[in-house]
């Protein structure tokens, strides 16, 4: 093993001594919440009252900004000094993954500390070490490379297929492998808001570093761009912003619709940028709420280039998908909780999968605040709290998926047109529960159930509430599986 260096055992000390008053401060009672959130943290450097820790994943580090931050603030200003400041970097495997993200604590009150504070500007380093803090061509210098605002852990092997995002999640690829030689160019990526659309913009820009790393690669927002626009033009440089974005190979602009009925000029200004790059065969990757079509307020000409390229969707991922999803996020997280577990949140979350990765921050919580293990139980309390306060309606899916499980059938003989005794007998608990739980129609429910009418659903029902009340054996299995999904 390598010699630790001066400053980390300078970080050691410092972050043990933290380490042993947060844990006073804390208290007995918020032992596990320690365990879990703390223990894990390891100390990698102490430079000029910068303390840098390496966390496990970046929604560690979000957790720890959103519920400990005074605590942390006040432990490290004790120990470190009044201008100490924290700074994280996700590193799994001793294997550093992201640029470090740096918190400062100011004599004042705590920061906005939902979105940590990462506002990396522009850097531009003309091709050595030192960053030279603007975006401005510096002349001489040819090759320029451009700190590219990636986000590390946005990759196209953590984004999950599924058919909601497969032309998207292709076309990426493709794109990344050939950028700017294909035909989608600009790649315009549209869809609802948390279901990937800044994840996949993101994962295909690593992997155009990955495929050719001397491209000059730059994500940034709508928002970013309009701002920089607007300095420039305050600055008297905006020639030195255009020259910027020409220089560009790959460029990702996320969420244009933030450009509705406003800031003409800067779309002016991005459309010149775009026909510029769009001649010399560089790559455009633009992202959107809504197709182009749609967008309201945007220059018509900007809108017709949108359309040169490719437009692909991304819509909510089907249950499957989302079980893939939180299983993958659950693995790279290193959490581990019970399948059933995972498949009640899959089932139960199908708006985006934003809510679905809420689902298992707030149940995670809630285990450790509250020392509880995590099981169904709990997983059921939470997406009650969870989801708007109201039980959430049971789906004719879930009921399904549980019934089978229970009975050891598989969905397709359920939903096939087969009269065996075991599989009939399986079908209509699933529609006599279904008509129970949900709020669905006769017929949807039997559409559900292998194109059955209504009829079919009601003799399901009433047979299977007569056998309940008649057989008692067969009323355990019943009320068995009720559990499963009652509150
Ligand atoms: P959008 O930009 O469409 O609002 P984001 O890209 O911010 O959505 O995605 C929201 C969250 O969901 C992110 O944390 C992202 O990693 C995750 N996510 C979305 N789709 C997938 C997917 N297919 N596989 C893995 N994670 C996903
Ligand atoms: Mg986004």
Redesign the pocket.
């Known amino acids: 093993m390598a010699q630790a260096t001066k400053t980390e055992k300078d970080a050691t000390k410092a972050w043990n001594d933290c380490l042993r008053t947060i844990r006073d401060l804390l208290g007995k009672e918020n032992e596990e919440a320690f365990r879990t959130w703390f223990q894990p943290i390891r100390p990698a450097a102490l430079h000029d009252d910068v303390l840098t820790l390496d966390v496990p994943s970046a929604f560690f580090c979000e957790w720890l900004e959103k519920n400990y931050i005074n605590i942390i603030r006040s432990t490290i200003r004790h120990h470190i000094g009044e201008n100490a400041r924290l700074q994280y970097r996700v590193n799994m495997d001793n294997s550093v993954v992201s640029d470090p993200i740096t918190t400062t604590y100011p004599s004042g009150g705590p920061q906005n500390t939902t979105n940590p504070p990462v506002d990396i500007p522009l850097k531009i380093s003309g091709g050595g070490d030192t960053p030279i803090p603007s975006a401005l061509i510096i002349p001489g210098i040819k090759k320029i490379r451009i700190q590219s605002q990636l986000k590390e852990?946005?990759t196209l092997e953590?984004?999950?297929?599924?058919d909601?995002?497969r032309l998207a999640?292709s076309a990426g690829l493709a794109v990344a492998q050939n950028p700017g030689k294909t035909a989608f160019n600009p790649l315009f990526?549209y869809?609802?808001?948390?279901?990937?659309?800044?994840?996949?913009?993101?994962a295909i820009g690593i992997k155009v570093k990955e495929f050719y790393p001397d491209k000059n690669v730059l994500y940034v927002t709508s928002e970013q761009f309009m701002q920089q626009y607007a300095e420039a033009g305050r600055e008297g440089t905006t020639n030195d912003f255009v020259n910027f974005y020409d220089m560009i190979d790959v460029l990702i602009i996320?969420?244009i619709q933030l450009w509705s009925n406003k800031a003409p000029k800067t779309q002016e200004a991005f459309f010149n940028i775009f026909n510029y790059l769009h001649q010399h065969n560089n790559q455009i990757i633009i992202?959107s709420?809504k197709v182009a079509g749609e967008l309201q307020g945007l220059e018509p000409r900007l809108l017709n280039r949108m359309k040169w390229g490719l437009s692909a969707d991304?819509s909510a991922?089907d249950v499957d998908?989302r079980k893939?999803?939180l299983e993958?996020?659950l693995l790279t997280n290193g959490i581990v909780m019970p399948a059933d577990v995972i498949e009640y949140v899959a089932y139960s979350i199908d708006s985006?999968?934003?809510e679905?990765?809420g689902a298992i921050i707030s149940l995670m919580a809630e285990a450790s605040f509250n020392k509880k293990d995590i099981n169904l139980d709990l997983a059921r309390c939470m997406i009650y709290k969870y989801v708007k306060g109201s039980w959430r309606e049971v789906t004719i899916e879930y009921i399904m998926k549980v019934t089978c499980d229970y009975f050891g059938m598989s969905i397709e003989q359920v939903q096939s047109a087969s009269r065996k005794r075991d599989i009939v007998q399986t079908r209509q608990v699933i529609m006599y529960l279904s008509k129970k739980y949900t709020k669905q129609s006769l017929s949807a429910i039997g559409a559900q159930c292998g194109n059955k009418d209504h009829a079919t659903v009601l003799h399901a029902y009433n047979m299977v509430k007569n056998a309940v009340e008649k057989d008692r054996e067969f009323r355990y299995k019943v009320e068995e599986l009720e559990r499963k999904f009652k509150h």
């Open positions: 852990s946005y953590n984004f999950i297929e599924g909601c995002n999640r990526i869809g609802p808001v948390g279901l990937g659309k800044t994840h996949l913009a993101n996320d969420d992202t709420d991304i991922p998908t893939r999803i993958h996020k985006n999968v934003r679905l990765e």
